[in-house]
């Protein structure tokens, strides 16, 4: 699977403000500093996607990343 193109689309806290779930979803979980967000923007192939900060901890949102993929 190639990934075509991602954007990102919203953070929110809680179920209301997820967005609708029309297609499959993917969850990246795991401590602090571990590369989350850096295996997100290596997969997608493109900087600065799923931003990654010094400070431990700061991500407290679940991101909403939708991706278009071609076989």
């Known amino acids: 699977m190639k990934i075509v193109s991602s954007e990102f689309l919203t953070s929110a806290v809680n179920p209301g403000g997820y967005p609708p779930g029309h297609f499959p979803e993917v969850a990246f979980?795991?401590?602090?500093?571990?590369?989350?967000?850096?295996?997100?923007?290596?997969?997608v192939n493109?900087?600065?996607?799923?931003?990654?900060?010094?400070?431990?901890g700061r991500t407290q949102l679940i991101n909403f990343l939708p991706l278009t993929t071609a076989s």
């Not at 590369?35 to 290596?42: A, C, D, E, H, Q």
């Not at 493109?46 to 931003?51: M, P, Q, T």
């Open 46 to 56: 493109r900087r600065g996607l799923a931003r990654t900060s010094k400070t431990p």
């Open 29 to 43: 979980v795991g401590r602090s500093n571990v590369g989350k967000s850096s295996l997100i923007n290596k997969l």
